[in-house]
Every structure is written in structure tokens, then in C-alpha cells.
Antibody, heavy 123, light 107 residues
Framework: EVQLLESGGGLVQPGGSLRLSCAAS????????MTWVRQAPGKGLEWVSS????????YYADSVKGRFTISRDSSRNTLFGQMNSLRVEDTAVYYC????????????????WGQGTVVTVSS | SYELTQPPSMSVSPGQTARITCFGD??????AYWYQQKPGQAPVVMIY???ERPSGIPERFSGSSSGTTVTLTISGVQTEDEADYYC??????????FGGGTRLTVL
């Protein structure tokens, strides 16, 4: 069974930093691209960042570019999201997600979602 | 900038058919995905690669694509289908995009 368990959320002041983690299990983590998606309170889904299966290619939304760094450790089956220079508008539930991948390719879509971790940026 | 446009809300009666549309200029060239989200829960994929249904998703959910529009169809809507539905796709640069979401109310 595919499981994605996020952690690392919390309350932080504007300008602060947080490191999100996503522990993956139930599949061969090193063969799947992974993605972070967030949802502000009462709002829709917003793509944040994606990383290829190898970790060599990363992609970022303009809203977080330069402040968010996605990375992965396949030896620990863990996805990370380093968030710096946090703003009030970064307040959201952050979801870790597995990309839809076949044996030979990954597609820009999600087949499994974690339950999310809450990030609150407030003074 | 590239956008995906969905109607913000829709209402149907049980047993009727709901068709939720999503419009975007890049949709003829990129796959679309549909997610269902119920209050307080994580999203769930309902349709992937325009029209494929994951195992465990009821057959009443289907997806189609025509030009710049993709459609999620729910045939014989049930009360448990009341939820927010989001389309999602990408542009050729690797940037992903979600539609604004459609709140489906089953009256």
C-alpha cells in the first residue's frame, strides 16, 4: 500500500524557515517523480514544486521560486521541502504527492496524495 | 499566463448527470487529471491522462477531451459525490497548473 506521511509543519514567524519531510513507503521511491502541492485556508489547490525520479531536475512555481528548495533522499525514501523567507501568504496545508509514472516515463499528474502538514506563518 | 478555467459551482439532483468542464489553451497537447476533494480530506485522483479511471473509482466517473476543453462526467450522481473537483495539467516548460475548482452540490 502506497503511503506518504508528511511532517515538519508548524507555526513560524514571517521571514522564518521550515523543512518539510515526506516519508514514502509501499513503492520503489527512487523510480517516481514527486511533487509538493499546497492549499491555503478556504482556497484551491496550488502546485508548489516537483522533482524528477533521479533528483536531477526540479521545477518551481513562480510564487516560491528562490525561497523553496525541493530535494529527495532515496536511501531514506524521503522527500523534502526547505522553505525560507516565509510569508503570511505561504500559510497552507502542504501535501506531498507521488507523480503518475509508468515503467518508462513520468507524467505531470498525481496518483497518490499524503494527508498534508499545516504551515502557519504569523507574527 | 496559462490558466485552467472551471465553473466555480454546479448543482445536480441525485441520479442526474454532472458534466464539469475545464478549459485551457495547452490542453490539446498535455494530459489532464481530475481530483476529488471532500472537506477536511486530501484530494483523490478520479481520472488520469484525460480519460483513464484508476482502480477503485466507480464507473460512473469518466473523462473526455476535445480541443481546449476536458470534461469530467459523473453519470447517475450520488449524494456521496458532493465535493470539490479540480482539473490539473501542465505546460511544456514543466509548470503545473490547477483549475480553480468546482464545488458540486447534490440537492
Amino acid at each position: 500500500e502506497v503511503q506518504l506521511l508528511e511532517s515538519g509543519g508548524g507555526l513560524v514567524q514571517p521571514g522564518g524557515s521550515l523543512r518539510l519531510s515526506c516519508a514514502a513507503s509501499g513503492f520503489t521511491f527512487s523510480t517516481y517523480a514527486m511533487t509538493w502541492v499546497r492549499q491555503a485556508p478556504g482556497k484551491g489547490l496550488e502546485w508548489v514544486s516537483s522533482i524528477s525520479a533521479s533528483g536531477l531536475r526540479t521545477y518551481y512555481a513562480d510564487s516560491v521560486k528562490g525561497r523553496f528548495t525541493i530535494s529527495r533522499d532515496s536511501s531514506r525514501n524521503t522527500l523534502f521541502g526547505q522553505m525560507n523567507s516565509l510569508r503570511v501568504e505561504d500559510t497552507a496545508v502542504y501535501y506531498c504527492a507521488r507523480d503518475d509514472c509508468s515503467d518508462t516515463d513520468c507524467y505531470a499528474g498525481i496518483d497518490y496524495w499524503g494527508q498534508g502538514t499545516v504551515v502557519t506563518v504569523s507574527s | 499566463s496559462y490558466e485552467l478555467t472551471q465553473p466555480p459551482s454546479m448543482s445536480v439532483s441525485p441520479g442526474q448527470t454532472a458534466r464539469i468542464t475545464c478549459f485551457g489553451d495547452a490542453l490539446p497537447k498535455q494530459y489532464a487529471y481530475w481530483y476529488q476533494q471532500k472537506p477536511g480530506q486530501a484530494p483523490v485522483v478520479m481520472i488520469y491522462k484525460d480519460n483513464e479511471r484508476p482502480s477503485g473509482i466507480p464507473e460512473r466517473f469518466s473523462g473526455s477531451s476535445s480541443g481546449t476543453t476536458v470534461t469530467l462526467t459523473i453519470s447517475g450522481v450520488q449524494t456521496e459525490d458532493e465535493a470539490d473537483y479540480y482539473c490539473q495539467s501542465t505546460d511544456s516548460s514543466g509548470t503545473w497548473l490547477f483549475g480553480g475548482g468546482t464545488r458540486l452540490t447534490v440537492l
